[in-house]
């Protein structure tokens, strides 16, 4: 066990939700800003880099395989399909219980989320975040602490990514709904570092990410009443 490189994981789940609330303390009121938290997630690269001396080559040849997505993704849509699907119909059932008007609001209030950008936000966050989480999460996070750990990191990292995005909605819902969300996204969290475990391919677990985040945003574009 390394206990220094574990002390650099916990500190890593620690400071992710600490910069993304003092981003909107001390930022401006727009997603541009609101999500410069995210660079955080850009740290492995450093490590490797830095402290482990890799090159980028390896960084790249050591977390994403195509040979291994080409064999995965049909497996992972249909994964990420089911997941997209649990998430539409959970909103469908419960959306009476949640106030759509004070969301909207939120959406708009911190980080200026509406009507007229939904649509680039939500490109970039099926696209590009999603890739960003996974390197981070996956790819350095639970991979180093599985080494260190073992099978413990599932259940750690799982409740650590969803800490992350309850910093989001942490007043958004009631008590009930919001451990609903909660509980959802540890599980899904633990799923996903199960695929990469399993895999040993960032590819395959972005592509489940992507098709994931494609139905929150669809659910945002219906809430803001664009459909």
Known sequence: MNKKELSILFGLILLSPIFLILSRLFLPTN?????????????????????????????????????????????????????????????????GFVDISSIIQKLELVATIN?????????????????????FWRGFIFKKMKENIGNKA??????????????????????????????GLSAYAILMNFIFDRYKDLYSCWLVHALADTAQIGIAIIILGLI
């Open 31 to 95: 997603y541009l800003f609101s999500s410069l938290y995210k660079l955080i997630f850009l740290f492995p690269l450093f490590y490797y880099i830095y402290i482990e001396k890799k090159s980028l080559k390896n960084i790249y040849q050591e977390n994403f395989s195509f040979k291994t997505v080409k064999n995965t993704w049909k497996k992972m849509c249909i994964l990420g399909l089911g997941i997209a699907l649990i998430y539409i119909t959970t909103f469908f059932l419960l959306k």
């Open 115 to 135: 009507t007229t950008n939904i649509i680039f936000i939500g490109a970039y966050i099926i696209f590009i975040n999603s890739l960003l989480e996974e390197f």
């Open 154 to 183: 599932y259940i750690i990292t799982g409740l650590a990514f969803s800490l992350h995005h309850m910093m989001f909605y942490y007043n958004w819902f009631t008590l009930p709904f919001f451990l609903i969300v909660t509980v």
